[in-house]
């Protein structure tokens, strides 16, 4: 089940609150997209600026659309072990597929401090794991060596892998290895990846999945020329701190309103100018591929 492209779904808001409607708008419009699954709650989707009460409203009312039509993993992340803990009894009692689990943040563990934090949480739940490395934000790798000893649990089962150098050491072990970092997903695939956990998803979903598709058919030079046409967007997408260009693109579509919640700041006009550009450039791209079908 962890392969292809998961969605790190945003949280929409409107005058500061939670965008329930524009949310499930969202959940539904992904549901019907090719997407494998959602993640609700990660770090696209500012949930560490969301209060207790506003990460059950947004898991339930993903959950309230989704309905079984997608396995949905439930982002958890923070410094402290026993809050990671205390946040997943929290979400069992949600249908989840699992939970993304990141390495403890700011307090910056050796390897034997971030294998037994992902033991105690494994020890936690039985409900599959996904570990999530991404060490810009945690400040702490997780070591391929520490993943394959934490390969060794049942539910531990794959891994949202940020640090394109270590994708190819990932690709040998036992665990599946979905991309973390937008700009490395052909990378990902080509060294034995399994799909990508990819906010670019929100803009061009399609795009990926149909990139995947060609890798899988042994069609790597297709794929890297439409990849290679997609990739001035993405660097777009990121150009600001996460999510502010997606929110941006999501609103230049009418899908949302292009608000962020501080300290994260919106797009610049520079910004969402070029992104502007960025959507013909889309549109462009899958004309060329449906004409090439």
């Not at 599946?176 to 990508?196: I, K, P, Q, R, S």
């Amino acid at each position: 089940m962890y392969s292809g492209i998961w969605l790190p779904l945003v949280t929409p808001f409107r005058s500061g609150e939670v965008d329930i409607e524009a949310l499930q708008a969202l959940t539904d419009h992904y549901a019907r997209t090719g997407i494998a699954g959602i993640v609700a709650l990660g770090t696209t989707g500012e949930a560490a600026l969301l209060s207790d009460i506003e990460r059950v409203t947004v898991l339930q009312a993903i959950s309230d659309v989704v309905d079984g039509r997608l396995p949905v993993l439930v982002g958890v992340g923070g410094m402290d072990t026993r809050e990671f803990v205390h946040e997943i009894r929290r979400f069992e009692r949600w249908d989840v597929a699992g939970f993304l689990v990141s390495a403890p943040a700011y307090v910056c563990p050796d390897q034997a401090g971030i294998a037994w934090h992902f033991e105690q949480i494994a020890r936690e739940t039985e409900r599959p794991i996904v570990l999530y490395d991404v060490p810009h934000r945690t400040g702490v790798l997780i070591d391929p060596e520490t993943v394959g000893r934490l390969a060794e649990r049942d539910n531990i089962v794959a891994i949202k892998a940020c640090a394109s150098r270590h994708f190819d050491a990932l690709c040998k072990l036992p665990i599946n290895v979905l991309c973390g970092t937008d700009e490395a997903f052909l990378d990902c695939l080509a060294t034995g990846g399994h799909g990508g956990i990819l906010a670019s998803a929100h803009v061009c979903a399609d795009l990926l999945v149909e990139i995947q598709s060609l890798m899988q058919a042994q069609e790597e030079q297709t794929a890297r020329r439409v990849f290679g046409q997609l990739k001035p967007v993405l660097r777009l997408l990121f150009a600001a701190p996460n999510p502010s260009a997606i929110k941006a693109m999501l609103s230049i579509e009418g899908r949302i309103a292009n608000e962020v919640r501080m300290p994260i700041t919106p797009a610049s006009s520079a910004l969402v100018e070029q992104l502007e550009h960025a959507h013909e450039t889309l549109r462009t791209l899958r004309a060329e591929l449906a004409a090439n079908v």
